[in-house]
């Protein structure tokens, strides 16, 4: 199953509402993850099954979106915020990474 | 506190062998379906494989990328995870990453998988 992220880099800047969406090649159902990477880091878990918020990950992470469209919207970003991102699949049993979207600073 | 660290890492020549290990600790080791990830230079993430746990009889997945070459192991005596890697081509070169699965029962009565602890990551390089 191929994971499809767009775009693959952004600009914004701090308090801005930013989404970044990911399409599977087949359903899905609401098996997709999100993950923050940033630099010199390990990634770190936000969202899992499509929309639920990883405990400790600030409110202003949310994810929607099932069958082959998701998103990840953070609804102010902040200077903590920025970082690459990447959807997961984790629906057939070998799991798949979209891409990443970097998020930079304008 | 949970921590996964990594160890195995080197520089190896196209065509060789390399055996990475992830020791783990603060949590119950056996409980957990345990995977590898790896990243490349500058690019992306990319799943490697997995090994479940005693119940599931530690069956593994692979990625198609490195099936048939790499092998992933785990010592539940040790809480350590392991992966063999041989035939190793300069594509294999990258940070590997050892997760942790958890799971949570979602709405519709099936599991969501996800990776909820990761470790620093050991640096694999094939080159001659």
């Known amino acids: 199953i191929q994971m499809t992220q767009s775009p693959s880099s952004l600009s914004a800047s701090v308090g801005d509402r930013v989404t970044i969406t990911c399409r599977a090649s087949q359903s899905i159902a609401s098996s997709v993850n999100w993950y923050q990477q940033k630099p010199g880091k390990a990634p770190n878990l936000l969202i899992y099954?499509?929309?639920n918020l990883q405990g400790g990950v600030p409110s202003r992470f949310g994810g929607s979106g099932s069958g082959t469209d998701f998103s990840l919207t953070i609804s102010s970003l902040q200077p903590e915020d920025f970082a690459t991102y990447y959807c997961?699949?984790?629906?057939?049993?070998?799991?798949?990474f979209g891409q990443g979207t970097k998020v930079e600073i304008k | 506190e949970v921590q996964l660290v990594e160890s195995g890492g080197g520089l190896v020549q196209p065509g060789g062998s390399l055996r990475l290990s992830c020791a783990a600790s603060?949590?119950?080791?056996?409980?957990?379906?345990m995977d590898w990830v790896r990243q490349a230079p500058g690019k992306g993430l990319e799943w490697v494989g997995r090994v479940r746990n005693k119940p599931k009889s530690y069956t593994t997945e692979y990625a198609a990328s490195v099936r048939g070459r790499f092998t992933i192991s785990r010592d539940d005596s040790k809480n350590s995870l392991y992966l063999q890697m041989s035939t190793l081509k300069a594509e294999d070169t990258a940070l590997y990453y050892c997760t942790r699965l958890e799971r949570r029962l979602g709405s519709q009565n099936s599991y969501f998988y996800y990776m909820d602890a990761w470790g620093t990551g050991t640096t694999v390089t094939v080159s001659s």
């Open positions: 603060g949590f119950t080791f056996s409980d957990h379906y």
């Open positions: 997961q699949q984790t629906y057939s049993t070998v799991w798949t």
């Open positions: 099954g499509a929309s």
